[in-house]
């Protein structure tokens, strides 16, 4: 069944499911625009291309207290911060971010010691996806045998229309959600008709493509290569790359203490800065740009294959957009040879 | 579900100076909670954090053997700002404790073999943990012959010293501690790790080798043993990293696509062969 909802009661819409959780969408800020946790309805904006930082602090905060203490003359007192796992919502999250979900989920869920912050998140969220309309010449997630109108992995679907925003459930979670919203009009034949043609449309959005075949084999074969300090050159190891990838995960652990209170901290680290593997003794095993670079290379196309046997990386190009010395993951994964 | 992030609190019960600098020491803890004790089963080869809220966690060997009950020991040297701070420690101060963390010495792997302990200056640790595992009463009868070389630079820095000696004495295996340099009051062997294992050349026969210690004997080390025909299958070691989660969801500690806080810390020469020299 198809709900829709004129473009002009949007705000709506987002009043009511502020109502079932918290709710995190797109909000314009400065040029671009951010998943945000909502609090005024008004806030949320549909007109946008993709985030300029990925959904995954919806989920994987980019710091967050695992332990609270307090250091006094008596000794240190200490207590686990409370995990917060209430219910959300997330709106807006196009088809190619909503695999980032399931590609973190073989590592943070579904493989050894459970994590348990992404674990009782992401049982309790509800993922409303938002299929393209159009491509960006950067965008490459077709390499993944995703198209910019997939339902894979959300549990509502929603498109746009000319005047209206077309949504279909896929899920028991996502049709729940849907049956609260009682300004949502039910979807005439019209409207079945036209959301079949917008996803279709969606399907056929060619984006940049990569050969994925043995490429776990391939790079792992040139990992001596010299290739590596040609693609690097440029690099600035900002790590601006990491921090809007929606895949990398790699975190810190960190104490932040002031005048004796303070709390122990998962926070966001990047593989391209070079004290992420300085070891106390002064030793690194990673002290060139050129070994960072190919470590992230490796790490989403080679050993992200071998231990959960799927490639961590969604193809958003998010990392070209933002990378300040124009290096292209594609590019350099096609040329790893 | 337990929070794999959230340390046990533990007691620092005994502090044992190990060598003349001061900068090594042995931290005896004992574990605040009955549960927490009683859920620790580690066994040799693994590791632990040891956390001091406002500095850090700090990823170190348990050098203890599980069939020590009561307690568990870590050798820690002196580097970084959680050891140094660990250093300043006195007995009776609390701290946390997570694990236990990473695989182990494949004692089923070992069991009826032969086996050859090398271990080199402070990175003798995991292995002191195994020795004492095989040479425990009920635990003996599973190994085959026990050969121990360990080396330090000088007398003042090789650790467990009243240990050395009482394996010295033991009739149930064969021990050779040597030192670099010695001093005035050193009635011991001189040379190199390397040199003794050649002196010694242990046989490879139904034999496996475990070695620890800093790089440079490692790289001497090893083609003595292949010399004496030690498979790279039965040539053992355990690699250091910079860790934080200790459980593979970091994503710093990797050697190729292998975790060495999961994966590891104990991998054979013939496993690192296959991943890329990084480390």
């Known amino acids: 069944m198809i709900t829709k909802i004129g473009r002009e009661k949007l705000q709506e819409f987002v009043a009511g499911l502020m109502k079932s959780g918290r709710l995190f969408a797109p909000v314009k800020e400065g040029k671009g625009t951010n998943f945000k946790?909502?609090?005024?309805?008004?806030?949320?904006?549909?007109?946008?291309?993709?985030?300029?930082?990925?959904?995954?602090?919806?989920?994987?905060?980019?710091?967050?207290?695992?332990?609270?203490?307090?250091?006094?003359?008596?000794?240190?007192?200490?207590?686990?911060?409370?995990?917060?796992?209430?219910?959300?919502?997330?709106?807006?999250?196009?088809?190619?971010?909503?695999?980032?979900?399931?590609?973190?989920?073989?590592?943070?869920?579904?493989?050894?010691?459970?994590?348990?912050?992404?674990?009782?998140?992401?049982?309790?969220?509800?993922?409303?996806?938002?299929a393209f309309d159009r491509a960006d010449p950067v965008d490459f997630y077709n390499a993944f045998g995703i198209t910019g109108s997939d339902e894979q992995g959300s549990d509502i679907l929603m498109v746009r229309d000319t005047n209206s925003f077309l949504f279909k459930a896929f899920t028991d979670k996502g049709t729940k959600l849907l049956e609260t919203m009682p300004f949502l009009e039910k979807g005439t034949a019209d409207d079945e008709k036209r959301m079949t043609e917008i996803v279709d449309k969606g399907r056929d959005i060619a984006t940049r493509t990569l050969d994925t075949a043995e490429i776990h084999k391939r790079l792992a074969g040139i990992f001596d290569s010299p290739y590596w300090e040609e693609a690097a050159a440029a690099c600035l190891n900002?790590?601006?790359?990491?921090?809007?990838?929606?895949?990398?995960?790699?975190?810190?652990?960190?104490?932040?203490?002031?005048?004796?209170?303070?709390?122990?901290?998962?926070?966001?680290?990047?593989?391209m800065f070079s004290d992420f593997t300085l070891h106390a003794s002064g030793h690194n095993p990673r002290t060139k740009k050129s070994q960072r670079l190919r470590q992230r290379i490796n790490h989403k196309f080679s050993y992200y294959v071998e231990n959960f046997g799927i490639i961590s990386c969604v193809g958003c190009g998010r990392c070209t957009r933002s990378c300040p010395v124009n290096i292209d993951i594609l590019t350099v994964v096609e040329e790893a040879r | 579900m337990e929070n794999p992030y959230i340390p046990m609190p533990v007691t620092v019960d005994k502090i044992f100076i190990e060598v003349d600098t001061k900068e090594i020491k042995t931290f005896r803890l004992a574990f605040v909670n009955k549960t927490d004790e009683e859920r620790f089963n580690y066994r040799p080869g693994q590791f632990a954090e040891l956390s001091i809220y406002g500095k850090g966690e700090s990823p170190i060997g348990i050098a203890s053997s599980?069939?020590?009950?009561?307690?568990?020991?870590?050798?820690?040297?002196?580097?970084?700002?959680?050891?140094?701070?660990?250093?300043?420690?006195?007995?009776?101060?609390?701290?946390?404790?997570?694990?236990?963390?990473?695989?182990?010495?494949?004692?089923?792997?070992?069991?009826?073999?032969?086996?050859?302990?090398?271990?080199?200056g402070f990175a003798f640790t995991t292995l002191r943990s195994l020795a004492n595992f095989m040479l425990n009463d009920e635990q003996r009868s599973r190994f085959g012959k026990i050969v121990m070389i360990y080396g330090a630079r000088t007398p003042g820095l090789l650790c467990y010293k009243p240990e050395l000696k009482a394996w010295e004495d033991r009739s149930d295996m064969e021990t050779f501690v040597t030192v670099d340099k010695g001093d005035n009051n050193w009635k011991g062997r001189e040379g190199f790790v390397p040199t003794v294992c050649k002196q010694v050349a242990p046989s490879s026969e139904?034999?496996?080798?475990?070695?620890?210690?800093?790089?440079?004997?490692?790289?001497?080390?090893?083609?003595?043993?292949?010399?004496?025909?030690?498979?790279?299958?039965?040539?053992?070691?355990?690699?250091?990293?910079?860790?934080?989660?200790?459980?593979?969801?970091?994503?710093?500690?990797?050697?190729?696509?292998?975790?060495?806080?999961?994966?590891?810390?104990?991998?054979?020469?013939?496993?690192?062969?296959?991943?890329?020299?990084?480390?």
């Open chain 2, 66 to 120: 599980p069939t020590d009950k009561g307690y568990v020991e870590f050798t820690v040297q002196k580097a970084g700002i959680v050891t140094s701070e660990l250093h300043d420690l006195e007995e009776g101060a609390q701290i946390g404790l997570r694990g236990p963390l990473g695989n182990s010495w494949p004692l089923e792997f070992l069991e009826g073999k032969n086996i050859v302990i090398v271990g080199g």
């Open chain 1, 238 to 271: 900002c790590g601006v790359c990491t921090y809007v990838c929606p895949t990398c995960h790699c975190f810190d652990i960190q104490d932040e203490t002031l005048f004796g209170e303070g709390s122990r901290r998962k926070i966001w680290d990047s593989c």
């Open chain 1, 37 to 130: 946790l909502i609090t005024d309805p008004q806030s949320v904006t549909l007109d946008f291309y993709n985030t300029i930082q990925s959904p995954k602090a919806v989920l994987f905060p980019q710091s967050e207290d695992l332990v609270n203490y307090n250091i006094s003359h008596d000794g240190i007192a200490s207590e686990p911060a409370p995990i917060d796992d209430g219910s959300r919502i997330i709106l807006g999250v196009r088809p190619c971010d909503v695999q980032s979900f399931e590609i973190m989920d073989r590592l943070f869920n579904g493989s050894g010691i459970v994590d348990p912050y992404w674990s009782a998140r992401r049982s309790n969220l509800t993922i409303i996806a938002y």
């Open chain 2, 206 to 279: 139904n034999a496996v080798a475990v070695i620890c210690g800093p790089p440079v004997m490692i790289r001497f080390t090893l083609p003595v043993f292949f010399e004496l025909g030690f498979s790279k299958e039965n040539i053992l070691t355990s690699l250091e990293m910079k860790m934080k989660c200790g459980f593979g969801k970091c994503g710093r500690c990797n050697v190729g696509h292998k975790y060495v806080c999961k994966d590891g810390p104990v991998f054979s020469l013939a496993e690192l062969e296959n991943l890329s020299r990084e480390y």
